[in-house]
Structures are given as structure tokens and as C-alpha cells.
Nanobody
């Protein structure tokens, strides 16, 4: 059974930082591209960052230079380091995976996500 469990969200002021984690199980983690998605209140879920099994990365323009995605294959965990947070980063963050870096549909079901609120 595929499981994706996000954690690490919280309330921060603009300019602050958070580190999100996603613990994965039920598939061969090391060969799958891992992805982070953001869903702002009232908006559609959208891809924020992705990392391939080989370490290639992709970032949405809105977060490039501020967020960093990484993975630890020994722990079956993918991380999202979020720096210089802005109010528009507020929302739920979800992880998922695919065969390709960003091109194919997410293969896992959606978990509960973790909430990030950036507010002064």
C-alpha cells in the first residue's frame, strides 16, 4: 500500500523558513521522481518542485531561488526547504511521485498534506 505522509508545516512570518518532510512507503522510492505540490486556499493544486531519482530538479517560477527540494533514499523521504517565505506561499503542501520528473500524472493517492501559513 502506497503511503505518503507530509509533515513540518506551521505558522511563520514573511521572510521566515520551514522545512517540510514527506515519508514514503509502498513503492520503490529510489527510482521514482518525487514532487511537492501547493494548494492555496480556493485554488487548484499545482506543482512546486520535483526531483528525479538521479537528482535532477525542477522548480516553479514562483519559488525558484527560495525553495530547495532534496531526497534521502535511505529514509524514503523527500524534503522541501522553504526560505524567504511570502504570504502567497500560504496553503496546503502535498507530496507525490511519478516515473518522470514532471511530465506524467502523479501515481499516488493524495495524503492529508501539511499546512503552511505565512502571515504578519
Amino acid at each position: 500500500q502506497v503511503q505518503l505522509v507530509e509533515s513540518g508545516g506551521g505558522l511563520v512570518q514573511p521572510g521566515g523558513s520551514l522545512r517540510l518532510s514527506c515519508a514514503a512507503s509502498g513503492f520503490i522510492f529510489s527510482i521514482r521522481a518525487m514532487r511537492w505540490y501547493h494548494q492555496a486556499p480556493g485554488k487548484e493544486r499545482e506543482l512546486v518542485a520535483a526531483i528525479s531519482g538521479g537528482g535532477s530538479t525542477h522548480y516553479a517560477d514562483s519559488v525558484k531561488g527560495r525553495f530547495t527540494i532534496s531526497r534521502d533514499n535511505a529514509k524514503n523521504t523527500v524534503y522541501l526547504q522553504m526560505n524567504s517565505l511570502k504570504p502567497e506561499d500560504t496553503g496546503a503542501y502535498y507530496c507525490n511521485f511519478g516515473a518522470g520528473l514532471i511530465t506524467d500524472k502523479p501515481l499516488g493517492s493524495w495524503g492529508q498534506g501539511t499546512q503552511v501559513t505565512v502571515s504578519s
